[in-house]
Structure formats: C-alpha cells, structure tokens
C-alpha cells in the first residue's frame, strides 16, 4: 500500500522481503536514470535484504555501477577499517565487492583518522561540494537515531564525533562477542548533512520500530526523535514492512 503524509511517501509492505525490494527498487532507479549518481548509504541489518537485491539486479546485467559514488552515514570510533565490525568492512562485504563500483569512489568516515574534526569537515565539504547527495538511504534506532544521531537537546548539525547511548550500545552488542567490546563513539554525519540530500528513503522493519516510526511520521519534530526532522525535508520515501507501521497505520488508516 501507499501512502501520502505531509508530502512524505509512505509504502507498507508485507514483510521483510518486499519492503527489501521495494526500497531496492528505487535505489536502481536512481542509478538507472543517473549513471554517476551519488549514494548515501547505510549499514545495520534492516538494509541487508535490500543490498542482496540490488546485487542480484547487477548480476543480472540491469545495472552499472562503474560510475556511481558512495558516502556513507557512519563508523565506529576508534576502528579499524579491518576490523570485521566495522562499518568499511560491512559495506565492502555486502555491497561493494559484489558490484562493480570503483573502490575509490566509496566513502565511509574514517574509524582511524587522529583528527576527527579535520576529515569529518572534508566529509561534509565534498557533499555540499556535490550540492547533497542524490538518494540517502537511512535505517532508524529504536531511539529514533538516524546515522548515529542520539536523541539529544538539539540536532546535531555536521559530521562529527558522537557519544552513542546505552540503548544504541545495548542494540548493536548483537553483533559483538561482548557488550563490552561495542564501541562507545562513532563518527556519524550531522543531521545538517543528512538534510542536503536531495532525496532520501528510509527503511525500518518489525515490531521494535513501530512506536518510533509512528513518531517520526505523525510526532512533534524534536531532537528527541532525531528522524523527526526528516518532517522538514522536501522529498522523503519510507519503505516499512507492515509490522513496522502497525502503529502509524492505526493514525492513517
Ligand atoms: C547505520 C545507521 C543506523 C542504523 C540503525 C538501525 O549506518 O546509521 O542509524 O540504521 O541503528 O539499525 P538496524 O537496521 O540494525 O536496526
């Protein structure tokens, strides 16, 4: 089903494997309609489904990647670009090794840079050098953190080094041995950042995110729940499956 909020495109999909393709759907779109397109993109599990998609669509012939450029959200702080939990290693392994992408038209903000401030402001620079990118892809916390965008008194403006919370920490020691080997910072991009993409899709799934997208469609905009902000933006898709949009689809049925 689709539907239409405040300008905001919203498709409720069965499940999982629609919502993957749904959203894959438009991010091949995207690359078909611009060859050097430029992608926002994300890690974590909700995106997985997807990616699986779009690589079975390259191995098919329906897609080129050999000039598209990525920039993505986030990375631990302090990591190693080897470490298998990092954010580069994610991507290379579900993505990038399995499409034809050039390695150095990738981006993932540096997990082992010294000087946070300096590459995460050319971070920001070569993506309003590109006037935003063209399709950010976004999954949501159940905090309602978009990147590693914490609840927080204000939004956070650029790119930068962010303290993640207890529940952001508790959330991802799934992929960890230990609690304690989760990262306690990443570099994410700012909300600001986020906000210059010139489109931007967010997927969420299952029954932990219902209360959280439901705020971020139907609730106040507020730092508190930093994808609420995504209210303000002029072109914004959402591709939930439908236990994800239980709760908003009490309010819009
Ligand atoms: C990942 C990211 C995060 C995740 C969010 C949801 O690059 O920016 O905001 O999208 O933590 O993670 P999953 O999909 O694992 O529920």
Redo the contacts with the bound molecule.
């Keep these: 089903m689709k539907y239409n909020y405040r300008g905001m495109t919203i498709y409720v999909e069965k499940d999982y494997e629609a919502m993957s393709k749904a959203a894959a759907e438009m991010l091949l779109s995207q690359v078909r309609e611009k060859h050097d397109a430029v992608l926002g993109?994300?890690?974590?599990?909700?995106?997985?489904g997807m990616y699986q998609e779009v690589v079975k669509a390259y191995e098919r012939g329906e897609v080129d990647f050999s000039k598209v450029v990525s920039y993505?959200?986030?990375e631990y702080y302090p990591i190693q670009h080897d470490n298998d939990q990092s954010?580069h290693y994610f991507m290379k392994e579900t993505l990038f090794k399995h499409i034809n992408i050039k390695p150095e038209n990738t981006h993932v903000p540096s997990g082992e840079t010294k000087d946070v401030e300096k590459t995460s402001q050319e971070y920001d620079n070569a993506i309003y050098g590109l006037g935003g990118v063209d399709l950010q892809v976004?999954?949501?916390?159940?905090n309602g953190?978009?990147?590693?965008?914490e609840p927080a008194p204000v939004f956070a403006k650029g790119t930068g080094l962010v303290d993640l919370t207890e529940s952001?920490i508790s959330?991802?020691s799934r992929?960890f041995a230990s609690i304690d080997e989760v990262p306690k910072k990443a570099v994410?991009?700012g909300i600001a950042t986020i906000m210059t993409a010139k489109k931007v899709m967010l997927?969420?799934?299952?029954k932990?995110?219902a209360e959280i997208i439901a705020a971020t469609i139907l609730g106040e905009i507020t730092p508190d729940v930093p994808a609420s902000a995504l209210q303000l933006h002029r072109n914004v898709t959402f591709f939930l499956d439908e236990e994800a949009a239980a709760v908003l689809l009490e309010t819009l049925k």
């Design positions: 993109l994300a890690t974590g599990s909700t995106p997985i993505n959200l986030d954010y976004l999954g949501i916390g159940n953190h978009i990147g590693f965008n952001t959330a991802n992929f994410s991009m997927m969420a799934s299952g932990a995110k």
